[in-house]
């Protein structure tokens, strides 16, 4: 087996393909679609590396490497889930393949921006697979969780990793444009990956991004019509001393200009990323 990863690694490198879909490099991504068709446990162990692979199974992971070179499909919707904050998700061409470093800070709580024992509701605002919103509620086992997302499709996958994660008592998901479902609720965090891929940026991404639903990247021209409308109305839907949490991603420069007179917080993680910010509720009444 170690002989087949190495192998299939190679043969993913030449091919020059973009890693960036939940695995950085060719190895990782030979390795993950080796395990999908062995139907091998995490984490990895020396006993895996030494199994003996079948002729049927090597001919599934060739398959497997034709398809991820011919059509640049990322590995994640070739096997069907990804993982995210330690968690196993089911994903398909329906949703954004999650690879958000706000993983690493729902695993700390939002410690220290936040009282982790006085959160009570959290929203996510545009879903997706439901990664941040299951996430969070395992993160936080006494609080709601809402999500919200434009997509009906989306919101069919989401449905699935609720129930696969049994939380269906404490996740609700809603169709909504932003905060346009919401009424009058208000929440002790608002977190959210939305669109932010402006037109020229999305023209010019790898072939991989192209299987990925546009809806969930693109935000108009500059790549901020998603953000400036979350900074608009998060506000009235903040509790007080509660915290807005946003990805930026590579429009952190734009926002910044955009939106001068915001005391962000841009925060760093440990395990790499960047562009996500950091308001609180009084910050945001403030400006």
């Known amino acids: ?18 890693f960036g879909h939940g695995t950085d490099n060719a190895a990782d991504e ?23 692979v079948s002729a049927r199974a090597r001919a599934q992971v060739r398959a497997l490497l034709e398809r991820r070179i011919r059509a640049r499909i990322p590995a994640a919707y070739l096997i069907g889930r990804a993982r995210f904050a ?23 709580r939002f410690a220290p921006w936040i009282e982790p024992a006085r959160v009570r509701r959290v929203l996510d605002v545009g879903t997706g697979s439901g990664c941040i919103a299951i996430a969070c509620a395992r993160a936080f086992p006494r609080a709601r969780i809402d999500a919200l997302d434009i997509s009906a499709a989306a919101l ?32 002790d965090i608002i977190v959210s990956n939305p669109p932010y891929v402006g037109a020229r940026e999305l ?9 990925e639903p546009r809806v969930a990247l693109a935000s108009g021209r500059g790549g901020l019509e998603s ?17 807005l949490v946003v990805e930026a991603g590579n ?33 945001l009444h403030a400006g």
Not at 86 to 108: M, Q
């Open 227 to 243: 953000i400036r409308i979350i900074l608009r109305d998060a506000a009235r839907h903040l509790r007080p001393h509660g915290i």
């Open 30 to 52: 030979a390795a993950a679609l080796v395990w999908h068709v062995l139907n091998l446990p995490y984490p990895a162990t020396a006993q895996s590396y030494a199994r003996r």
């Open 156 to 187: 069919e996958v989401a449905h699935l990793n609720v129930r696969r994660h049994r939380l269906g008592r404490r996740v609700r998901l809603f169709k909504s444009d932003h905060f346009g479902a919401l009424g009058k609720q208000s929440y």
């Open 86 to 108: 330690g968690l196993i998700f089911h994903v398909d061409a329906r949703v954004l393949i999650p690879r958000s470093p706000l993983a690493e800070l729902i695993e700390r």
């Open 251 to 283: 429009t952190e420069v734009a926002v910044r200009r955009a939106f001068a007179g915001l005391p962000f917080t841009w925060l760093h993680f440990e395990r790499g990323g960047g562009g996500v910010f950091l308001l609180t509720a009084e910050q």
């Open 203 to 211: 023209g010019a991404l790898p072939a991989e991004y192209r299987h």
């Open 1 to 18: 087996m170690r002989a087949l990863v190495g192998a299939s690694a190679r043969r993913l490198a030449r091919a020059k393909l973009y």
